[in-house]
C-alpha cells in the first residue's frame, strides 16, 4: 500500500512505537540506508517530500542531511502486507552513508542499478574537456554522430549474435548501451522514460 497522509493510521504502530524504513533509491533499487520513523515522521516525510525519521539517539525527528545538505528526496512511500514496516523510494543529493559512500551497506547493489549510475556519469561529464572526455567529446558534437554510435554499434551487436562470440556480443552490447544512454541524454530524455514505456506495453 502506498502511504498518504490519510491512510497513515492504518500502519500497524501497536507492535512498535517505532516502525523500521527501509530507504531505496528510486532509480538504480539501490537500498540506500535504513532508520525508524514514527507516524511524525512519516507526516513530515510525505509534507515536506524529504526523507525523516525519528532518531532515537536524539530523541527527536531527525531529516536526513539536515547538517550535511545530503538529503533524500521522497519519490513515495509504502507499507508491507502487515503494515509494520516501511519502504521509501526516494532520490538521493549527495552521498547517503556519513562515511561518504552512496549506500550505507557498501558495495551491496542489483548489478542492473549500475545503468542507472552510469546515465548519472554520463549527465555529469556533459560539460567536461572534449580532449579529454570521450563522453564529453560525444556531447561536443553534433547528435548525428551519436545517431550513427548508436547505429554502429546495433550491427555489431547483430554481427556478434551471428557469429556466436559471446565475449564480442557481451562487449558490443556494453557499447550499444552506453551510446544509447547517450542519444537519450542529447535527446532531452533519459532510461526511466525507456522503462516506463516498456512497463506500459507489458500491462
Known amino acids: 500500500m502506498q502511504l498518504t497522509p490519510t491512510n497513515i493510521s492504518k500502519l500497524d504502530f501497536e507492535k512498535a512505537e517505532l516502525l523500521p524504513a527501509i530507504v531505496q533509491h528510486a532509480t538504480s533499487g539501490v537500498i540506500l540506508m535504513q532508520g525508524f520513523m514514527n507516524s511524525e515522521a512519516i507526516n513530515v516525510t510525505l509534507e515536506k517530500k524529504l526523507v525523516t525519521f525519528y532518531s532515537r539517539s536524539k530523541q527527536r525527528l531527525w531529516t536526513k542531511g539536515e547538517e550535511s ?90 554481427l556478434a549474435a551471428m557469429k556466436a562470440d559471446k565475449d564480442e556480443l557481451e562487449n558490443e552490447s556494453a557499447d550499444l548501451l552506453y551510446h544509447l544512454l547517450v542519444l537519450l541524454q542529447r535527446s532531452e530524455t533519459d532510461l526511466s522514460s525507456v522503462i516506463s514505456c516498456l512497463q506500459s506495453r507489458h500491462k
Not at 542489483?110 to 567529446?137: H, M, N
Not at 556531447?139 to 554510435?149: G, H, L, P, T, V
Open 69 to 158: 545538505n545530503n538529503v533524500l528526496n521522497l519519490v513515495s512511500a509504502h507499507t508491507d502486507c502487515d503494515q509494520d514496516s516501511i519502504l521509501v523510494l526516494a532520490i538521493p543529493e549527495g552521498p547517503t552513508c556519513h562515511l561518504g559512500t552512496q549506500s550505507c551497506f557498501g558495495e551491496a547493489k542489483p548489478s542492473l542499478g549500475f545503468l542507472a549510475e552510469l546515465e548519472q556519469v554520463i549527465v555529469s561529464r556533459k560539460q567536461d574537456d572534449p580532449k579529454t572526455s570521450y563522453t564529453a567529446s560525444l556531447f561536443a558534437k553534433d547528435i548525428s554522430r551519436s545517431c550513427q554510435k548508436v547505429g554502429e554499434e546495433g550491427v555489431e551487436v547483430a
